[in-house]
């Protein structure tokens, strides 16, 4: 595809349940991120994958969230037994390498989370 | 740690005139800057970034290490600039962007 896709659009569901959103990245991009943009907070990092391999999950706010990346291509960020405050646009970025100076990150459209 | 701070949420400026967006970072080493920009109903795109001192769609933003600002401006807004634009951080070891609150832009006719 010609950029980042994200699906689904938009998923609604109920306290408690889990939820996974999918990420497919430019065709040759290594580097992909996942970040959450809630309503007056901003873009917040959620984690880092470099191929198969994230070396950065710090942003990852508690162990109900987790991320894989398989074949350096798509990836899928769980949430397990989601919470109200989970309620978010989740968005995908990949770069070619990392976020170098010369190196663009490319973001999907994101995927609005709403728990209700 | 690296901070990015946007402090104003809302700008409003009539068209014709300047545009500022502040932006203010903390960082101890040589950081990377750029500014994204969302406008309504599309992705979050690559505006432009320090190193390059490039103008896109009339906009520049020089980085000011003794105040550690990236201020973007433009003199003279146009409507279709209305959009959220964010300012973000990075640096060659991180390998992932800091982003600020983000600043909502309208222009009005």
């Known amino acids: 595809g010609a950029g980042v896709s994200q699906s689904p659009s938009n998923k609604v569901t109920e306290k408690g349940k889990d939820v996974e959103l999918r990420c497919d990245p430019i065709?040759?991009?290594?580097?992909l991120y996942w970040y959450r943009q809630s309503l007056g907070q901003g873009l917040e990092f959620l984690i880092y994958?470099?191929?198969?391999?994230?070396?950065?999950k710090s942003g990852l706010p508690s162990d109900r969230f987790s991320a894989e990346r398989t074949g350096g291509s798509v990836s899928t960020l769980t949430i397990q037994r989601t919470q109200q405050e989970d309620s978010a646009v989740y968005l995908c970025?990949?770069?070619?390498?990392?976020?170098?100076?010369?190196?663009?990150?490319?973001f999907g459209q994101g995927t609005r989370l709403t728990v209700v | 740690a690296q901070r990015v701070t946007q402090p104003e949420k809302l700008l409003s400026v009539f068209k014709g005139a300047p545009v500022e967006l502040k932006c203010n970072y903390s960082?101890?080493?040589?950081?990377?800057l750029f500014w994204y920009v969302q406008y309504s109903r599309q992705r979050l795109q690559l505006l432009l970034r320090?190193?390059s001192r490039e103008s896109i769609k009339g906009f520049t933003a020089d980085l000011n290490k003794g105040e550690t600002s990236f201020h973007l401006k433009k003199p003279f807004a146009q409507e279709e600039d209305s959009a959220m634009y964010y300012c973000?951080?990075?640096?060659?070891?991180?390998?992932?962007?800091?982003f600020g609150q983000g600043t909502r832009l309208t222009i009005n006719p």
């Open positions: 065709s040759g991009h290594t580097a």
């Open positions: 970025a990949s770069s070619l390498k990392g976020t170098g100076v010369y190196t663009e990150a490319f």
């Open positions: 960082y101890s080493g040589s950081p990377e």
């Open positions: 320090h190193i």
């Open positions: 973000a951080l990075s640096h060659q070891g991180a390998q992932k962007l800091v």
């Open positions: 994958f470099q191929g198969n391999s994230a070396p950065d």
